[in-house]
């Protein structure tokens, strides 16, 4: 089965300093991996998409991630954090059916001034 | 173009009572999907539609939910006879024609409290 583990449940991070948010994956094939972010109340949004075209993706916002198979890790990462960058960040990997998502449980991202 | 739209944003209703829950996929976007956020399971897959057949229904957590689509477009989500533990927030997302991978486009959902 595919999952996801999102190595911490908070984060936090004063505002102009790097983040790094940690995901590694479970998966028996090559997956999709995605981030999403979703802001209180607001639905969720794609920050960034991994189909193995690059193992560097860039996302929206600054942010990207980097696919490592061998650690079968996805960390997202963004140099410098700014204020509207506080919210949840969900890692997610497809399932083997193709179309089914699996979540990580989610970081919650804070950024102090 | 507009996103992918959800009614009501908000639902509260008693115990026993049956819901209907709205979704507007993205236009053109032939796959469709549904998940329940709650505090407790975190994000999870409900079912999904390929136009207005749902090949796959694994997520539906009993028998008294049941979704369908009309016309490959709206899709209502219906939860009979509700329960407390059904109390969540409702994700409907669309996709263009399903690839594997395909990014899923998700809606504001509905955010549904059964007293």
């Known amino acids: 089965a595919q999952s996801v583990t999102q190595l911490d449940s908070h984060v936090s991070v004063s505002e102009g300093t790097p983040v790094l948010l940690r995901c590694n994956y479970s998966s028996s094939y090559s997956p999709s991996l995605f981030w999403y972010v979703q802001h209180p109340n607001k639905g969720l949004q794609l920050l960034l998409k991994y189909t193995s075209a690059a193992t560097l993706v860039k996302g929206i916002n600054g942010f990207e991630a980097e696919f490592k198979k061998s650690e079968t890790s996805f960390h997202l990462t963004k140099p410098s954090a700014h204020m509207s960058d506080a919210a949840e960040y969900f890692c997610v990997v497809s399932s083997n059916s193709g179309y089914a998502l699996n979540f990580g449980k989610g970081t919650s991202l804070l950024v102090t001034p | 173009g507009a996103g992918v739209s959800q009614s009501p944003s908000n639902k509260v209703t008693e115990k026993g009572k049956d819901v209907e829950l709205r979704c507007d996929p993205i236009?053109?976007?032939?796959?469709l999907y549904w998940y329940r956020q709650s505090l407790g399971q975190g994000l999870e897959f409900l079912i999904y539609f390929q136009g207005n057949s749902a090949p796959d229904k694994s997520g539906l957590p009993s028998d008294r939910f049941s979704a369908e689509r009309t016309g490959g477009s709206v899709s209502t989500l219906t939860i009979q006879r509700t329960q407390q533990e059904d109390s969540a927030v409702y994700l409907c997302a669309s996709s263009r024609p399903r690839d594997y991978g395909e990014t899923q486009y998700f809606g504001p959902g509905t955010r549904l409290l059964v007293l």
């Open positions: 236009s053109g976007h032939t796959a």
